[in-house]
């Protein structure tokens, strides 16, 4: 049976693509920002939104801060994808003084020795050997910050892949059934829709009560 | 490294892909669902959808031939094509497209790009750049080399084509689509001077369009500071396949990304 998976519906984010994504997978996703239904449903994506300081202004006033710390941190399936992943953080120079949900230690910063900014395109996936969702290979990435490698990821549970354009950054982190990708799973062709897949059966597992 | 990009490109009209020379005289190209498919499977890292005649005819872009690609395609699509407000760009999205790609009305209305990014994003905000070399260019007290053309090639307009690009990423554009008029549909390969001075005038990444026939053409457009290379003709006309192009790009020693599976030799 396919999981009840809720997209948290952030007003600006394009989410027709990621919409589409799970479709094809088979797994018909419902829109909504109530905290009672992003609480329990059984997965919940939290897609990429423009800025990171609008991002958590509109998961504030929609209550969703507290809900989506809990699904983390109790390891319930949650895929938060682009400018999601950077809002698990701690904060972002994009928006200095706001604070990001906390729940992966690491802060986001600017691109800085890219060449050219946005970072478009495909850039090659490296999980660590702890990673068991992600897999190596190539993903599409459209975003100008970054979340910093940090050491406290690992020190807190998280499994790191990285990428590297000019410098090294976090192209996803993993821990649970809960991940987060800088690049746009929706968006990378097979490997994506793999990738997306394995998310989905790892929540299923853990609806079903399973160790993940 | 980021990849270099390949990005087939979809111009339609009334729900059909279209291409012509220099814009005009449009013929029948198929079925932009089904070229899309083939396309994504063939390795292509992008689309490219723009309804060509949407400005002339005052109307907004192609929703239903957006949200139909999408359906089907696990790439990113850009779309463009009578994009004025920021509601059409945001229609767009909604529809499944990525990025929304503007002209004419960004060039009318500067204010468009600055506010499609703060609502979107400067990675959705595209500029869509037709540039036609000026015939006065080198002469005597000329320092204009291109000047924008807008309204699907119908009009000139005398604005300096490398400023307003310029001006464009200023006010929130996050890729440059970079259209050489005089080489558009002809197969002549790109404008690669075009695309160096618009490579040094920028930071943001920058997509050669206009003139490919030839992997070699790619190659060109590459080393002159472009990110990505668009063709349109060259794949609807089955004279190669996004595949086989990007094969000899990588034998060439330019990083492409591998296509993902092995493709059949024709498009379907």
Known sequence: MSPDLVLVRTGVANVASVIAAFRRLGVEPRLSDDPVEIRRADAVVLPGV?????????LQDAGLVAPL???????????AVCLGVQLLGLESEEAPGVSGLGVAPARTRRLVDAPRLPHFGWNQVEPDLTCRTVCPGEAYFAHSYRLDDDASLAAEGWSVARTREGEDFVAAIERGAVLGCQFHP????AYGAALMERWLERAALACAGGVV | MVRLRVIPCLDVK??????????????DAGDPVERAAAYEASGADELCLLDVSATREGRASAVETVRAVRAVIGIPLTVGGGVRRLEDAARLLDAGADKV????AALERPALLAEIKERLGAQCTVLSLDAARRGDAGQPGSTLRWEVVVAGGTRRTGTDAIEWARRAVDLGAGEILATSWDRDGTGEGYDVELLRALSEAVPVPLIASGGARTALHMETALDAGASAVLAASIFHDGLTTVDLIKRELARSGRDV????????????
Request: hydrophobic share 35%; no cysteine.
């Open chain 1, 186 to 189: 929706e968006l990378s062709g």
């Open chain 2, 14 to 27: 009334d729900g059909r892909v279209v291409k012509g020379v220099r814009f005009q005289g449009l013929r």
């Open chain 2, 257 to 268: 990304r591998p296509s993902p599976t092995p493709t059949p030799s024709t498009l379907g």
């Open chain 2, 101 to 104: 790609a503007v002209n004419t």
């Open chain 1, 69 to 79: 710390r809990a699904r983390v941190e109790r390891g319930e399936p949650t895929l």
């Open chain 1, 50 to 58: 423009g800025a990171f300081a609008a991002g958590m202004a509109r």
